[in-house]
T-cell receptor, first 115, second 110 residues
Framework: DGGITQSPKYLFRKEGQNVTLSCEQN?????MYWYRQDPGQGLRLIYY???????QKGDIAEGYSVSREKKESFPLTVTSAQKNPTAFYLC??????????????FGDGTRLSIL | GQNIDQPTEMTATEGAIVQINCTYQ??????LFWYQQHAGEAPTFLSY????GLEEKGRFSSFLSRSKGYSYLLLKELQMKDSASYLC???????????FGAGTRLAVHP
């Protein structure tokens, strides 16, 4: 079955530590996205990538970094510069690199907490 | 700037009908999506509107008025499993970026 796999499901970060959240999709989608969701709030865009080897900052990119070396993979690193990383992180993808009327497909999310 | 407003919480009775409103002010518009999200889970797609009017999908319908910057999601024959958050999201022109509202938390009571 095709889908988006995020791992781990739960992650704990120590002070000063960088952590990487994995997102893999086997849907052959061109565009991939990372969102952050805080309790009682909507999703906020961190980074997105329309094609391999290219990505753009979203609305809250500070303290985060990404790479897109392969079409199926879009890992997110939460750096020590992100002072409030506790949140639910969602990865999404969509077919086609240009504007599409297809909905974004989401992974099951990673819940990150500070130790 | 981009702004999407939804009511924070709503309650309804099993078997009833509920309407969840969404108003938006965005720099450009290229479609509006509704998603359902159960607590701790990923959002799942419910409906998409890009032209004015009503789209019906079983127990769920969604309406759009682009001139008013307004949409609603209508849920009929409510079931307990419909208790969830409902997210309104606008796609901006020329991009596949979505701007999400904060979501409406719906509680369905027996």
């Amino acid at each position: 079955d095709g889908g988006i796999t995020q791992s781990p499901k739960y992650l704990f970060r120590k002070e000063g530590q960088n952590v990487t959240l994995s997102c893999e999709q086997n849907l052959n989608h061109d565009a991939m996205y990372w969102y952050r969701q805080d309790p009682g709030q909507g999703l906020r865009l961190i980074y997105y990538s329309q094609i391999v080897n290219d990505f753009q900052k979203g609305d809250i990119a500070e303290g985060y970094s990404v790479s897109r070396e392969k079409k199926e993979s879009f890992p997110l690193t939460v750096t020590s510069a992100q002072k409030n990383p506790t949140a639910f992180y969602l990865c999404a993808s969509i077919p086609g690199g240009t504007v599409s009327n297809q909905p974004q497909h989401f992974g099951d999310g990673t819940r990150l907490s500070i130790l | 700037g981009q702004n999407i407003d939804q009511p924070t919480e709503m309650t309804a009775t099993e078997g009833a009908i509920v309407q969840i409103n969404c108003t938006y002010q965005t720099s450009g518009f290229n479609g509006l999506f509704w998603y359902q999200q159960h607590a701790g889970e990923a959002p799942t797609f419910l409906s998409y509107n890009v032209l004015d009017g009503l789209e019906e999908k079983g127990r769920f319908s969604s309406f759009l008025s682009r001139s008013k910057g307004y949409s609603y999601l209508l849920l009929k024959e409510l079931q307990m499993k419909d208790s969830a958050s409902y997210l309104c999201a606008v796609r901006l022109s020329g991009y596949n970026k979505l701007i999400f509202g904060a979501g409406t938390r719906l509680a369905v009571h027996p």
